[in-house]
């Protein structure tokens, strides 16, 4: 199981790699009001940014934290608060209990792409894919990466469509793209 092996530290790297560190050739960038230092990993940058609170507060109740402070590399799609907030109500709270920390790893690993896949790799994924890739996350479950416009957006299993709306924030161990929705890996 994927998940296993990401939480086991056996993550094999993904084939599709820009060839260089995140950090190589991009600079910081500045996410919820916080510089994002490439020079970090994904959870010691999480961790200032403003605008991800609830992904921290859910990441360390899945207990990823060290799995995310990991060599990588990973790219991650990081919903922002008020896209937790979009769930349906009680959805949150119901996930951060710890009788449910199986649910909550399982939503989160969704969020997560093996390799190193900056907005190069994506729109390359998609252009060879002949107009939408597919990429298989962490917990083994698919995500749809598809132009919309000059945008990428990340359709889930359930259909729903999140934007990004900050590309290639280059971390020590992987890239976050800053997403508007919680993506679901089942309907």
């Given at each position: 199981m994927k998940m296993h092996n990401l939480l086991g530290g056996t993550l094999l790297t993904a084939t599709l790699l820009t060839g260089l560190p995140a950090w190589a050739s991009h600079g910081p960038t500045e996410v919820g009001g916080a510089t994002m230092y490439p020079t970090k990993n994904i959870v010691e940058n999480a961790l200032n940014s403003g605008d991800h609170e609830t992904l921290v507060a859910a990441v360390k109740a899945a207990g990823l934290v060290d799995t995310l402070q990991g060599k990588g590399p990973f790219t991650v799609f990081a919903p922002v608060d008020s896209a937790f907030n979009r769930l349906p109500s009680g959805t949150v709270p119901m996930l951060l209990k710890p009788e449910n920390k199986s649910q909550l790893q399982s939503v989160l690993t969704y969020h997560v792409?093996?390799?190193?896949?900056?907005?190069?790799?994506?729109n390359e994924a998609v252009m060879e894919a002949g107009g939408s890739a597919q990429l298989e996350t962490v917990n083994g479950a698919m995500l749809t990466v598809m132009k919309n416009g000059n945008n990428l957006v990340?359709?889930?299993?359930?259909?729903?469509?999140?934007?990004?709306?900050?590309?290639?924030?280059?971390?020590?161990?992987?890239?976050?793209?800053?997403?508007?929705r919680?993506?679901?890996p089942h309907s």
């Open positions: 792409v093996p390799g190193n896949m900056d907005h190069q790799a994506l990340v359709e889930d299993q359930a259909g729903n469509v999140a934007n990004i709306s900050t590309y290639d924030v280059s971390q020590a161990n992987g890239v976050i793209h800053v997403i508007d919680v993506l679901m």
